[in-house]
């Protein structure tokens, strides 16, 4: 019974949230502008209107009322030009916004640290592997290590990883802008990689990759490259720029122009996955699937 009665009314009421939720918008939007008043009025006269042409069902007035009121909204952008704009320029600095905004600033922060962090490791040949969580929550691994809890700096990267450091072994493993855990063992990849050279190091970045959404950041301790992990694949002898482009393609979704050229040159993504391996940037490194 109450089953029936919800699987027949659930768009309804989902509808009457999202009108509701819009109309107080578009009221709060024009609340404290000059013309808020006149809407108010007009809706007043409208509801009051229709509903005595309702009631006494005159029909020539009601065909008239409704031409008008056809006439009334082509009319109203322009009556109302000012609060439109006010209105419009109120959402732009709504707190959604501003929230989307400060997210993508705080990110654009952290990918500065992560890569200042990345080169100076890079420059020192300090091994070091860094997992970033995303939707897929890294606290099984966080477990294994060392709880850090600490705002992400390039020096305590630095510090964390410097090869006499109690806790240099293993992964920093990074989520909300945070250092959260530090010598964490991550899963070893066990698939048969093309490059028979590559150590456990990177075998863990490609493994936790494997296994969750996260992305993983190594620093090879033998030559100072670095390389991308993601989805199981590792981009590998990435030059500084280009490992700032690729972060910033994976984290803020910002595409280079020139990394079409890449792909045309290297081959098509499926071309890419048939081959198995993958050049990246023309250096030596590959792209192990
Ligand atoms: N399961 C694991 N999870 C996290 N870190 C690991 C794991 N296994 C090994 N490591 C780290 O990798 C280091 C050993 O790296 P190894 O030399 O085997 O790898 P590599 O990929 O060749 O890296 P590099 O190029 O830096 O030498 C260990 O000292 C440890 O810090």
Known sequence: MLWDFVSQHWRHAIEIL???????????????TRG???LVGLV?????????LQLFKFQVITWLVTKALFVLLVALPVIFQPEIR???????????????????????????????????????????????????????QQDTGVTINAIF??????????????????????????????????????????????????????GL???????????????GAISICMDGQIERGLSVEKFQERMEEIFLGKSKEHEKGVSQESGSEADLA????????????????
């Open 274 to 289: 048939d081959s198995g391996d993958r050049d990246l940037d023309g250096d030596p490194g590959a792209t192990d699937r």
């Open 36 to 38: 808020a008043r006149i």
């Open 44 to 52: 007043v006269i409208l509801v009051v209107f229709t509903g005595l």
């Open 86 to 140: 006010t209105a419009l320029a109120r959402v732009g600095s709504s707190r959604w916004l501003d929230w989307l905004l400060r997210n993508e600033r705080r990110q654009v922060a952290f990918l500065g640290i992560l890569g200042e962090a990345v080169v100076s490791l890079s420059k020192k040949r300090v091994g070091a592997l860094f997992a970033i969580e995303r939707n897929i929550s890294l606290k099984p």
């Open 209 to 223: 990759t494997e296994e969750t959404d996260s992305v993983c950041v190594v620093v090879s301790e033998e030559t």
């Open 18 to 32: 999202v009108l509701t939720f819009l109309i107080y918008q578009v009221y709060r939007a024009f609340r404290a």
């Open 153 to 206: 700096s390039p020096e305590l990267a630095q510090s964390l990883f410097y090869p006499k450091s109690p806790l240099h072994d293993g992964a920093l493993i990074l989520a909300e802008e945070r250092i959260q855990a530090a010598a964490c063992v991550l899963p070893v990849s066990q698939k048969e990689l093309s490059d028979r050279s590559i150590g456990l190091r990177h075998r863990a970045a490609i």
